[in-house]
C-alpha cells in the first residue's frame, strides 16, 4: 500500500458546580459497571464556539485545568486496559475507488472491539471516493462513526494546501505553505488556517495534521510543503496558520519533528530512515527553532515526530522511537501537549509494527498513528500488554498519555 503523507481561558468553576460534577460522574461510572460510558459530545455549534472563544489558543487557566484534570483522572480509572490503550491508537482504513458502505470497512470492529481513540482519512486509502465525496456524504458517513465510539473519536486528515491538499475533492484546490509565506501577509495566513478550520468542521473532521514546520529549500524532497528555508520564516507563517485553525476550534498539529528540512536527496522517509548529518549547533539553530517558539507563544495541540535520524540528537534511533528526540520536547521545550507518530507503516523495512508500536510509546509518544485493520489493532494491543508485563512501558506512563489525550479532547469540544 502505498501511502502520500508526512506525515484552555474558560469560567472559573463554583464550588457547588464541582460538587455536581464530581456527583453526576460518580453516578455515571456506577451505571457502568467498570464499563467505560459511551460520552458523546452534545454541545450545539454555538457552545462549541464559546469554548473555544473562552479558551484562548489552547491555554486553560490554573483552576480550569486543575478541574478538567481531575474529571478526565476520574474517567480513566473507570476504563480498562484495552480502552485505555485503544485511545493511543490513530487508525487507516480502506475504502474502494468503485464505492463503499461504512459498514463494508473494518472500522466498525476496529472501533468497537479496538475502542480506538481516531481515524486518519486518506485519499490514497479510497476514502473520499462515492458515497463519501460529498460533504453530506463524508459527514454521514463521520457520524456512523462516532456513534459507535465509547469515547468521542479524533476525526485527522493532512490538509496543508499545495501539494498535500486532501480535502481538494470537496473544497478545491488550496495554496501550498511556500505560496502563503510568500505572500508575506501573516493576517491572510491565519485566515487561510481559518477557513481550512471550517473546511473540516463542515465534514466532521476535527483534527488538521499540518502546519509543516520543516525548515529547507524548494530542491529538497518536501518541496512546496515548508513554508521557508529560514527557521524564523517558517514560525512565523506555521504559526498564523496554526493560530488559525486552534483559534477556531480545530486541533493542529505540527510536523515533521525533529525535521526533514535537510534531507539528503533520494532518502524518502517512506521508504528508508534518512540521517540529517548536521551539527547540534545548526540543528538547534535551524530544525528545533521553530519548535521551540511556537510550543511557547502558538502552543500547539499536537506535535508529530517522523522517521528521520538526526545524528547530532540520537545516531540510532529515528525521532519517534528516540527518548532522548523526545526528551527535547518534554523537557528541553516544556511540551505538555500530545505527541503523535508519523504514518508507522513507513518503517516496515526495519521493525514490525508491533516493535514500532511499544518502541513509539516506550519513548514518549502518546498515540501511534498507522495500523489500518481490525488484527493489526488487535496485534498492536497485544503487544503494549506485553510490554506493560515486562516492564518495558509503565501503567503510568500509559495513564499520563491518555490524560493529555482525553483532555486535548474536552478542550476542542470533542469530548463533553
Given amino acids: ?119 486518519l482519512y486518506q485519499a490514497a486509502n479510497y476514502n473520499f471516493t462515492a458515497p463519501n465525496n460529498t460533504v453530506s456524504g463524508f459527514k454521514n458517513f463521520i457520524t456512523q462513526t462516532q456513534k459507535d465510539a465509547k469515547i468521542p473519536l479524533l476525526q485527522a486528515v493532512d490538509q496543508e494546501g499545495g501539494l498535500v491538499t486532501k480535502l481538494s475533492t470537496f473544497f478545491g484546490p488550496a495554496p501550498s505553505a511556500l505560496e502563503m509565506a510568500q505572500s508575506q501577509n501573516i493576517a491572510s495566513v491565519q485566515a487561510q488556517g481559518k477557513q481550512s478550520s471550517g473546511w473540516l468542521k463542515q465534514l466532521g473532521l476535527n483534527v488538521n495534521l499540518a502546519p509543516v514546520a520543516d525548515v529547507g529549500p524548494p530542491s529538497n524532497l518536501l518541496q512546496t510543503r515548508m513554508f521557508g528555508s529560514d527557521p524564523q520564516t517558517v514560525t512565523t507563517y506555521a504559526g498564523a496558520f496554526l493560530t488559525g485553525l486552534q483559534q477556531n476550534g480545530t486541533i493542529g ?11 539528503p536527496q533520494g532518502q524518502d522517509p517512506h521508504a528508508v530512515l534518512p540521517v540529517v548529518n ?30 528521520v535520524i538526526t545524528k547530532a540528537i540520537d545516531p540510532i534511533l529515528p525521532a519517534e522511537f528516540s527518548p532522548k528526540a523526545i526528551n527535547i520536547l518534554r523537557k528541553d521545550f516544556g511540551y505538555n501537549g500530545v505527541i503523535i507518530t508519523d504514518g508507522l507503516y513507513m518503517v516496515k523495512n526495519y521493525w514490525s509494527l508491533s516493535q514500532a508500536a511499544v518502541m513509539a510509546i ?4 502518546d498515540i501511534i498513528e498507522g495500523p489500518y485493520t481490525t488484527s493489526q489493532v488487535t496485534t498492536v494491543i497485544a503487544a503494549l500488554k506485553a510490554a506493560i508485563t515486562q516492564g518495558t512501558i509503565s501503567q503510568a506512563n500509559i495513564d499520563q498519555s491518555l490524560q493529555r489525550i482525553l483532555l486535548m479532547k474536552t478542550q476542542y469540544g470533542i469530548l463533553s
Fill in 1 to 119: 500500500m502505498q501511502k502520500y503523507k508526512y506525515s484552555y481561558t474558560i469560567h472559573q468553576k463554583m464550588p457547588i458546580l464541582r460538587f455536581l460534577f464530581a456527583f453526576t460522574l460518580i453516578i455515571l461510572l456506577a451505571s457502568c459497571s467498570n464499563s467505560f460510558q459511551h460520552m458523546q459530545s452534545s454541545q450545539s455549534d454555538a457552545t462549541h464556539s464559546q469554548t473555544i472563544e473562552a479558551n484562548t489558543n489552547g491555554i486553560l487557566n490554573e483552576q480550569a485545568l486543575r478541574v478538567r484534570t481531575d474529571h478526565i483522572r476520574q474517567l480513566i480509572q473507570g476504563m480498562t486496559l484495552e480502552q485505555k490503550l485503544g485511545q493511543l491508537i490513530m487508525v487507516e482504513y480502506f475504502g474502494n475507488q468503485h464505492g463503499y458502505t461504512y459498514q463494508t470497512t473494518e472500522l466498525p470492529m476496529m472501533i468497537s472491539q479496538g475502542a480506538v481513540g481516531g481515524i
Fill in 278 to 307: 548536521r551539527s547540534l549547533a545548526d540543528v538547534q539553530r535551524i530544525d528545533l527553532a521553530p519548535y521551540k517558539q511556537l510550543i511557547a507563544t502558538n502552543h500547539p495541540a499536537m506535535i508529530m515526530t517522523t522517521n
Fill in 253 to 263: 498539529c505540527v510536523k515533521h519533528f525533529s525535521g526533514l528540512g535537510s534531507l
Fill in 362 to 365: 516506550s519513548a514518549g509518544n
